[in-house]
């Protein structure tokens, strides 16, 4: 079956970037100049997803502000004859069809993806998180959804860390079937590293079969109080099965400050009007 939709979890209160986060959504913060969540949904059109679920909370209206059309930015855009800008705007507004649902309580990811339960219904379904960008020539979740295809079975992406890094993660252990896929036995939410069945760990990309739903309501809060799921995709990987791929690409955690600052420098380096200068300030700065 077509993934046709996809979960992302943006309700989260932000708190690793506060004051900002007082008052700007977390996922709004720009990478340059477009907003962190604009790279996910990008990622999820690249991958032929058609509906996109946005998990908000109180005070994250300005989210689905930025996938709406702004009449008066446009408006003024076209008085100007400013067609670049203008078709640039467009298209944000025009790139998917943005459904928001609401997450009252912050009951942790499990929960949040929960939340979406009746708008998925019984169909599989992509879950992308908010701070992790992940550059790749295939999208990422595009590689994870032709792994569902092949396998018929729930696929998480997962990249390699070091071992003392372990603790910040959902680590997967199985058996290996290749370099690239595992099937998966066991998933432990953030352990140490003496506990850690392997260094794989699930940076936020997720392709589900609906069963997951029940799992997770079924799911009594874990780690922090918060109802995990990770706890849920234990279980789902001895109920129906789960697969592990290592994906090719480059992952950004734009959560972290300094995951942030890499990002927006990484990205800089890229575009054609920025580089020069951006080296320039990295060579003043390095002196």
């Known amino acids: ?31 340059i100049d477009k907003p962190m969540i604009q790279y996910i949904v990008e990622e999820c059109v690249g991958a032929g997803i058609e509906d996109i679920i946005l998990i908000t909370a109180r005070g994250k209206d300005s989210i689905a502000d930025h996938f709406d059309h702004s009449f008066e930015v446009e408006e003024t855009l076209r008085r100007k004859k400013n067609e670049e800008l203008l078709e640039m705007t467009e298209r944000v507004s025009k790139m998917a069809n ?43 979740i595009k590689q994870c959804i032709d792994v569902f295809d092949e396998r018929e079975t729930s696929v998480i992406g997962v990249m390699k860390v070091p071992k003392k890094d372990v603790s910040k993660y959902g680590i997967v252990g199985g058996k290996k079937i290749n370099e690239k896929l ?24 997720y392709v589900l079969t609906p069963e997951i739903f029940e799992l997770i309501a079924e799911t009594k809060p874990g780690r922090g109080g918060e109802i995990q799921l990770t706890d849920a995709l234990a279980r789902l990987a001895v109920q129906d099965g789960l697969y592990a791929y290592l994906f090719d690409g480059r992952r950004y955690d734009t959560g972290d400050k300094l995951g942030y600052i890499e990002a927006t420098v990484a990205f800089a380096l890229k575009r054609p009007d920025l580089a020069e200068g951006v080296r320039k300030i990295l060579a003043e700065y390095m002196n």
């Not at 309700?11 to 700007?24: D, E, Y």
Request: proline share 11%; aromatic share 2%; net charge positive.
């Open 1 to 31: 079956m077509k993934i046709r939709k996809a979960v992302i979890p943006a309700a989260g209160l932000g708190t690793r970037f506060l004051p900002a986060t007082k008052s700007i959504p977390k996922e709004m913060i720009p990478i």
């Open 98 to 140: 943005i459904i928001c649902v609401r997450q009252k309580n912050p009951m942790g990811l499990g929960h949040a993806v929960l939340t979406a339960r009746q708008v998925v219904g019984d169909e599989p379904f992509a879950v992308l998180l908010g701070d992790d960008l992940i550059v790749s020539e295939v999208p990422c």
């Open 182 to 205: 595992m099937k998966v036995s066991e998933m432990i939410e953030k352990p140490s590293p003496e506990n850690a069945p392997s260094q794989l760990a699930c940076p936020g990309r």
